[in-house]
C-alpha cells in the first residue's frame, strides 16, 4: 500500500470509525501529557535542588549566628572581668594613698619633733625632708648638702639646697610677707638654677623654694609664680606641699 493510500485509509477511519477516532486522539493526547509531565518532574527537581541549597545556607549562617552569639558572650565575660579588676585596682589604690596620707602624716610629725629635738636649722630641716621625698621617688641614699657653695665667674655664689645626683637647687627662707619679696626670692632660685646648670652642663631635676611662714595675703600669688616656673613649693614647718 503506498503512502497516499494509507493517509487516505487513515483519514476514512478517522471520519467513519469513532473508536479508532479517540483511540488516536487518545494516543496524541498522552504523548504530550507525558512530556509535560516530564517537564514539571524536572522543574520539581530543580525546585527542591534550589530549596535544599537554601537550607543549607540557612544551616550555614544560624551556625554562624551562634559563633556570633558564642563570641559576643565571651567578649561580655572578658568585660565583666576586666571591670572587676579595675575595681580592684582602684580599690588597691585608694588603699595605698589612705596609707600614703597616713605616712605623710607620720613624717610631717617625726622631721617637726626631730628638728626640734636636735636644733636643726631650717635648711637642714628642709633637707631632711627632701632626702625624703627622693627616696619616695626611687632615689636611695641622696646626698643633700645645705648652704653648698660654687664658684662662677670669680665669686662665689651660696646655694642653700643642694643635690648633684639628681640635680637639685633650692631656696629656703624663714618667712615672705611680701608680694616683692615672693619675686625677689623666685628670682634669686632661677639665678642659682641657671648658674648651676651652667657649671654642671645640664638642667636641674627639681628646683624647690622652702618657706617656714607665708602670710596669707600672698600666698595665692606664690603658688602662682612657682607653678608657672615649675617650682615644688613647701610651705610651713609641718611640711606642707603645694603642687
Known sequence: MSLTSLKKKFLELLET?????????????????EKTQKAILEEIKRIW???????????????????LREG????WEEVKSLREEQTK?????????????RLWRYVKSGFEGMREALGMSF???????IRFMLYELGYIDVK????????????IVEINIFSEEPLIVGEATLAIRSVSEAEAEVKKLIERAEIVGKIYG?????????????SKEIIDHLKELTLKRNIKLIIGREIKEVF
Do not use: C
Open 17 to 33: 470509525d469513532e473508536e479508532f477516532r479517540y483511540a488516536v486522539i487518545g494516543y496524541l493526547g498522552l504523548d504530550r501529557i
Open 49 to 67: 535542588e534550589e530549596i535544599r541549597s537554601l537550607r543549607e545556607e540557612q544551616t550555614k549562617l544560624w551556625e554562624e549566628v551562634k559563633a
Open 72 to 75: 559576643q558572650e565571651k567578649l
Open 89 to 101: 585596682l582602684w580599690k588597691e589604690v585608694r588603699s595605698l594613698r589612705e596609707e600614703q596620707s
Open 123 to 129: 635648711e637642714e630641716y628642709i633637707a631632711s625632708f
Open 144 to 155: 643633700v648638702e645645705v648652704r653648698k657653695h660654687v664658684i662662677y665667674k670669680g665669686r
Open 202 to 214: 645640664k638642667k636641674p631635676y627639681m628646683l624647690i623654694l622652702a618657706v617656714g611662714n607665708v
